[in-house]
């Protein structure tokens, strides 16, 4: 009896096993684990706006052409008198005008970001302040020493900005265009001064890094070079006028900033 018991419970067991193995042979395989999803930290397509600030380096070269005597009031009304140029070669004196100062303004554009690669359009608007000078000497009649400081009223240049993006939220790129610069050269003994705006172009670099989806850190270097200006008839010593055709050759800045983006996911 106990032997034809455990024969039907072990037919009985073999009977299940097999519809189940029939029933799970029907059913589908199961769906492949999902691959696991990581939203990047800054999305990088859209329009920024921020704030820059550093330091600007000047290194430029002067010509300056003395002339003959004043009226000698001392009023501030120069009589430029007979150009040297033709009589006195040798009135025609050249300086080295460098120096550094503090530069700091606003900055905006625009990003496109294709895969890794970013493409953008970028602006910017900073002010100065005294950034060189140097002592002159003038030769009419005699020898005087002065010292003549160039102040950086405002800098501005419109920039193609384009890079790579390393991960997800760091981007090297280059960046260059047109700028302008104006400024006031002066006379620091005196406090004479005259202004006049060069056009130029600029052209660097820097690396940018995205803390969030919004907040973005830099920090970047921009050369610039300027055409040559005349800064007229300037009196150094208030009985000599001296006409200034200053050079913009190497402008040099070194900055760091932080933007707000708004991508263009979240509109």
């Not at 930290?41 to 921020?50: K, M, R, S």
């Not at 384009?162 to 280059?174: E, Q």
């Not at 960046?175 to 400024?183: D, F, L, Q, S």
Request: hydrophobic share 35%; net charge negative; aromatic share 12%.
């Amino acid at each position: 009896m106990k032997k034809r018991t455990s024969l039907l419970a072990l037919a009985a067991i073999m009977t299940a096993s097999t519809a189940t193995a029939a029933m799970a042979a029907d059913l589908a395989p199961p769906p492949p684990p999902a691959p696991e999803i990581r939203p990047s930290v800054a999305d990088w397509t859209g329009p920024y706006i921020g704030v820059v600030g550093g330091g600007t380096c000047m290194e430029t070269r002067d010509v300056y052409r003395t002339y003959s005597f004043t009226d000698n009031n001392g009023n501030g009304t120069y009589d430029p008198g007979i150009d040297t140029r033709d009589t006195a070669p040798s009135d025609e004196l050249h300086f080295d005008m460098n120096g550094c100062g503090f530069t700091g303004g606003i900055v905006g554009g625009f990003n496109y970001q294709v895969d890794s690669f970013l493409f953008g359009i970028e602006g910017d608007w900073v002010w100065g302040g005294r950034t060189g000078d140097h002592d002159a000497y003038t030769f009419v009649p005699t020898t005087r020493r002065e010292q003549d400081a160039y102040d950086i009223d405002w800098m501005t240049s419109l920039r193609i900005r384009t890079g790579i993006l390393t991960t997800d939220s760091t981007l090297l790129y280059l960046t260059g265009g047109p700028a302008w610069i104006r400024g006031e050269m002066k006379d620091v003994n005196s406090g004479v001064g005259f202004k006049n705006t060069h056009f130029g172009w600029t052209i660097g670099g820097g690396v940018e890094h995205a803390l969030t989806e919004s907040i973005h850190l830099r920090a970047e270097y921009l050369f610039a070079s300027f055409k040559r200006k005349d800064y007229g008839r300037f009196c150094t010593t208030c009985d000599i006028a001296v006409d200034i055709d200053k050079g913009m050759n190497q402008f040099h800045t070194f900055r760091a900033g932080v933007t707000w983006n708004f991508g263009l996911s979240n509109w």
